[in-house]
């Protein structure tokens, strides 16, 4: 049980799983962070391009951030590996 244990450790360090899966569900994240500001800001009558746009901003400046850490943390993560 533990060679099997460690042959699966060592091949999710080689292929770095983990890290990938984290890179695309965050991008996955901000995708349906827009769409669903997109789909909010055109659906409520009374909103003007201007107040769209900054519907739009609201909801993706979060995400965006979080986006920038995690690809900070794969590359550095990246090149210690």
Do not use: C, D
Request: aromatic residues 12%; without cysteine.
């Amino acid at each position: 049980m533990s060679v099997l244990l460690n042959t699966i450790l060592q091949w999710e360090r080689r292929l770095a799983v983990r890290r990938s899966a984290v890179l695309f569900i965050t991008l996955w994240m901000t995708y349906r962070a827009f769409e669903w500001a997109a789909h909010y800001a055109t659906t409520t009558s009374e909103t003007s391009g201007l107040e769209a746009a900054a519907i739009i901003a609201a909801v993706t400046a979060p995400i965006s951030y979080l986006q920038k850490s995690v690809f900070e943390a794969y590359i550095s993560s990246k090149e210690a590996s």
